[in-house]
Structure formats: structure tokens, C-alpha cells
């Protein structure tokens, strides 16, 4: 883990050297989930990841981002590389309707401190821009307000009802990265899918979230635009989620992109 890369990739070389408190957590926090975006756009681009927490970094150091089991495991690399005392946890997300529970599609991260732990997830899309105390209570970020709160499951983190998905819940247990890996087989080739049926790109800040599922991009979720040619798209990418590509990909992306918007508009 290269600290001092890592830490200039989310504008932050001055964290280096900085002590490990909650402060500095909180710092690192929001640095990282503004700075990498929430996307699995390697799948449209058909090139296998693994959970490997290093490749995950290695792939954000080069600019890219990832989903919960890539940015939550690099991360955790580079805290613990910081000196945070980090345990990964075995969760589940679940959108409207579904039953709550921990399926292993989302990786947890919990850090220690002397007066108790912290919940810090990186890889939950539209939710958290800070981390938050494992306390029960309602917390507003911005636009949203969440909830934490003890389950029969362990912990339950209530989304804001806005937001993209209804809630996670997971488990205290210590996991390692081969919990996740039967479950990121599933997400990145199963044309049940979400990450393989939309190409979902996502960036948290303060005041909010930016959204880019196929080619409709919203605000909070506003319509802003739909991005119906390669300049308008690419140019959405690199301004507003700070994703680039170089010419291959480029005419690969938006050749699986524009397709499945076509059959979107012709389902509908």
C-alpha cells in the first residue's frame, strides 16, 4: 500500500503522518467518497475484478472507482496502513420490498477507538458522505437523514427514503474478503444483476449526490440531462464524477451503453 499515493489520489497528501483519531477518520472519510466514485463500469467494458483489496487500490490509484467490495476493501488497507484499528463485516443491502438480512452483497467496515466503534462505508452509493459513532439515532448528512439502530442481524442502517435503496443491515463478525467472493461472481456476470443490467455511476458530496444510471443524469434525484451522444456522456464522466478513458474504451463503453438505452426506450 503506497500511503502517499494513495492520499494525493483523494487530494489529501496532507493526511500523511496524521494521527488516528476520529477526526483524521472523518477527514479521510469524505476526501475518499468525493473523490472516487461508486461504479462497476468494468463490467461494461467486460473486464473481470476479484476483491482483492490491492487490486482495488491499484485500480483507484489509476483514477478509476468501484463498488462497495472494492472501495470498502481498499480503504480498510489504507486505515489500517494509517494505523485505524479496521474490521470488515459481512452485510446486506436490500431495495424496497425486499426482506432484510446479511446476503453478503456489501461490505462493511467498522473502526475501533477507545470510546467505541464507528461505522465508515464507502461503498453505499448515495448514502454516507461521513462516517457515523455504532449508536443508535438518527443522523442528517446533507439532503438525507439516516438511521442506526441495533436488529436481530446485528446493526440496521436505515437509508433516507429518497435514496436509492431502503437499508443494510450486517453483523459484527469479523469477515475476510473471501466472504464476498461467490456473491461478486453473481453481481458482475448475472444478467439479474443491477450492476450488469444499468451502468451506474454515483458521487457523494456534502450537499448531496450525482447520479448516472445508462445515459439519464440527475442531481438529488433531479433530472439533469440525458446524455445522448459520446461527447455529451464522456464529458459527464470526467467533470462531474472524474472518471476518463482513454479511445478503446471509450468506443467500447458507449457502444454497450447507447444499446442498452435503446432497449430500454423500447421496452418502454
Same mark, same amino acid.
Given at each position: ?81 494509517? &494505523?485505524?484499528?479496521? @474490521? !470488515?463485516?459481512?452485510?446486506? =443491502?436490500? *431495495? ?7 446476503? %453478503? ?108 444510471? &445508462?445515459?439519464?443524469? @440527475? !442531481?438529488?434525484?433531479?433530472? =439533469?440531462? *440525458? ?7 464522456? %464529458? ?33
Amino acid at each position: 500500500m503506497d500511503i502517499a499515493a494513495y492520499l494525493t489520489r483523494l487530494g489529501r497528501p496532507d493526511l500523511l503522518g496524521a494521527p488516528a483519531t476520529i477526526d483524521t477518520l472523518i477527514q479521510l472519510h469524505i476526501a475518499h467518497i468525493e473523490r472516487v466514485p461508486y461504479e462497476a463500469l468494468e463490467i461494461w467494458l467486460g473486464r473481470p475484478t476479484t476483491v482483492d483489496p490491492l487490486e482495488s487500490a491499484g485500480r483507484i490509484l489509476r483514477g478509476r472507482g468501484g463498488y462497495c467490495y472494492h472501495l470498502n476493501g481498499a480503504f480498510s488497507e489504507l486505515a489500517r496502513a494509517m &494505523g485505524f484499528q479496521v @474490521t !470488515r463485516h459481512v452485510g446486506g =443491502v436490500q *431495495t424496497s420490498g425486499v426482506e432484510p438480512g446479511i446476503t %453478503a452483497n456489501h461490505l462493511v467496515l467498522t473502526v475501533a477507538f477507545p470510546d467505541g466503534l464507528w461505522l465508515a462505508d464507502l461503498g453505499l452509493g448515495d448514502a454516507l458522505h461521513e462516517p457515523l459513532p455504532l449508536v443508535e439515532g438518527r443522523y442528517r448528512q446533507g439532503p438525507f437523514e439516516y438511521g442506526l439502530r441495533p436488529s436481530e442481524f446485528g446493526w440496521r442502517f436505515d437509508h433516507d427514503p429518497s435514496g436509492s435503496f431502503e437499508g443494510m443491515d450486517f453483523g459484527l463478525a469479523p469477515a475476510e474478503m473471501s466472504a464476498f467472493a461467490q456473491k461478486h461472481e453473481y453481481l458482475t456476470t448475472s444478467p439479474e444483476s443491477g450492476f450488469v443490467r444499468v451502468a451506474t455511476v454515483q458521487r457523494r458530496d456534502s450537499a448531496g449526490v450525482d447520479s448516472l444510471r &445508462g445515459l439519464t443524469l @440527475t !442531481r438529488n434525484g433531479q433530472l =439533469v440531462a *440525458t446524455l445522448e451522444t459520446p461527447g455529451d456522456y464522456f %464529458a459527464a464522466l470526467a467533470d462531474v464524477f472524474g472518471l476518463n478513458f482513454g479511445a478503446f474504451d471509450r468506443e467500447r463503453l458507449w457502444a454497450r451503453v447507447w444499446q442498452a438505452h435503446k432497449e430500454w426506450l423500447a421496452a418502454r
